[in-house]
């Protein structure tokens, strides 16, 4: 069954007597909103046409009953972390470090409630009334940093047979018995001819850890009240908490992999890519750029 909501607009200004900082973090929130908005609105994403909600939608968006939030969860974009603090939020005393949940029992879907497993009644009052935020990344960023941990990692068996064969099938020529079984050696420009080949998409739906957060979070059906990106992970997941009003007992885990993908290694992924890859990859995370004001990246040979 699908439905519909009324977006409110999301409160701008912290209480008075708050401190000068503190507005211009909110200024700067209501800043990244609006580009949403705008954003939306530029490609006709918000208009009537569009198509509704339903409730399979909603599977990213981890419910707080304790403290109103929903959380929207993206993939490589510190959702481990994010998960962990959210199992402290909702396990009522259960955990009071985030650090001290082992990383795979953050992802046990049965740990953490999400919106989906609603009625549509419960589902609409809560987007209306709970403080809804996701974060992001920079797309291409975000997208190498899928590619190292899912397809570079040994370990992860289960992404190469499932996904790796099927890549490794399509896109190489003369693969071997062994390549085309264990799907354990995709290169990059392989994953990257396998997004933007349109029979993927036809198939089936991007696997969360590539799919854009467009898709996965819906911001132009939902009205984020905040969006936190990635580059100041620290500060805007302290915001979040703050506002939530437990910043004064919980922060958010400072730890730093020193395995994490920057900048220059996404640089380094791209140098093999070709300008008509290139440019039909932007387009497939267009909307993401544009959405959260992320620059086109000047390592790009674009078409």
């Not at 109103?68 to 998960?83: D, G, M, R, S």
């Not at 082992?102 to 999400?114: D, F, I, R």
């Not at 009052?125 to 797309?139: A, C, D, S, T």
């Amino acid at each position: 069954m699908a439905w519909k909501w009324k977006l409110e607009p999301a409160p701008l200004c912290p209480l008075l007597g708050e401190s000068l900082e503190l507005s211009s973090t909110a200024i700067l929130h209501q800043i990244r909103r609006d580009q949403v908005t705008d954003t939306c609105r530029a490609n006709s994403l918000s208009s009537r046409k569009r198509r509704v909600l339903t409730p399979n939608d909603l599977k990213h968006l981890v419910v707080d009953e304790d403290h109103e939030l929903i959380y929207c969860y993206v993939p490589k974009v510190a959702c481990t972390n994010w998960k962990r603090v959210m199992m402290v939020l909702t396990g009522r005393g259960k955990y009071s470090d985030p650090m001290e949940i082992p990383a795979n029992e953050a992802h046990v879907s049965s740990n953490l409630k999400t919106l989906n497993q609603y009625s549509i009644p419960e589902i609409n009052h809560r987007l209306k009334n709970y403080m809804k935020f996701l974060f992001v990344r920079e797309p291409f960023e975000r997208l190498v940093s899928a590619y190292r941990n899912k397809f570079t990692q040994k370990y992860n068996t289960s992404f190469h047979k499932r996904y790796g064969t099927k890549i490794v099938k399509r896109q190489r020529k003369n693969a071997t018995q062994e390549a085309l079984h264990k799907g354990d050696d995709v290169k990059f420009e392989e994953f990257v001819a396998y997004l933007i080949d349109p029979y993927t998409q036809k198939e089936e739906p991007f696997n969360e850890h590539w799919q854009t957060v467009f898709s996965l979070c819906h911001p132009c059906h939902i009205h984020y009240d905040l969006i936190g990106k990635y580059e100041t992970l620290e500060e805007d997941s302290n915001y979040v908490l703050q506002l939530a009003g437990v910043g004064s007992y919980l922060k958010f885990p400072t730890y730093a992999k020193s395995t994490r993908t920057t900048d220059e290694m996404t640089t380094e992924f791209f140098q093999n890519i070709s300008s008509e890859h290139q440019t039909q990859l932007y387009e497939v995370y267009k909307l993401d750029f544009l959405m959260f004001n992320y620059s086109m990246p000047s390592y790009l040979k674009l078409e």
